[in-house]
């Protein structure tokens, strides 16, 4: 492996294309900020990763008129019910959540986020989405094409599972 100024080795990338291992690079800086932000807004709202993800789906339901139960969440964080159970009684206490009876299934409930969750989520939030929203917009739609279809293309490689 050539590990020249012009081509700095990579720990993980067995690869003499530096431009191709410049953009793995750039990734694994990206993921590392975004894990850093986490970390920041879960000490900032005093919540795990769980309950933020939670929230996050919430307000993703939220926004296609779709209702949560317990069941979805408990498959979408890959947790027992029991864990699920105890995870909405901490956001139901904290006032984040809101249970209401599912309006035709008698044995289950909605899950929807707060008002008080919405507001705490958009403060804590939104100067960072407004900057990440600014990158976005200065890009032609040539870029934003390719950058899609990019990240479309690096999910699919990171969510096989291999044998």
Do not use: C
């Amino acid at each position: 492996m050539n590990t020249s100024p012009e081509h700095p080795a990579s720990y993980w990338y067995v690869d003499d294309d530096a431009r191709s291992t410049s953009v793995m690079e750039a990734m694994r800086s990206y993921r590392a900020a975004e894990v850093a932000m986490r970390r920041r807004t879960q000490q900032s709202m005093d919540m795990g990763e769980n309950e933020l993800l939670v929230l996050r789906y919430l307000a993703r339901a939220q926004l296609r008129d779709d209702r949560v139960t317990p069941v979805t969440l408990s498959r979408y964080l890959g947790i027992t019910s029991a864990s699920t159970t105890a995870l909405l009684d901490r956001l139901e206490k904290s006032g984040h959540i809101v249970r209401t009876p599912h309006p035709r299934d008698r044995r289950s409930i909605v899950i929807t986020s707060s008002a008080k969750s919405d507001d705490e989520v958009r403060h804590t939030l939104a100067a960072m989405h407004d900057r990440m929203m600014a990158v976005v917009r200065d890009m032609s739609a040539d870029d934003r094409t390719t950058v899609i279809g990019f990240l479309d293309a690096m999910r699919e490689a990171v969510d096989q599972i291999d044998a």
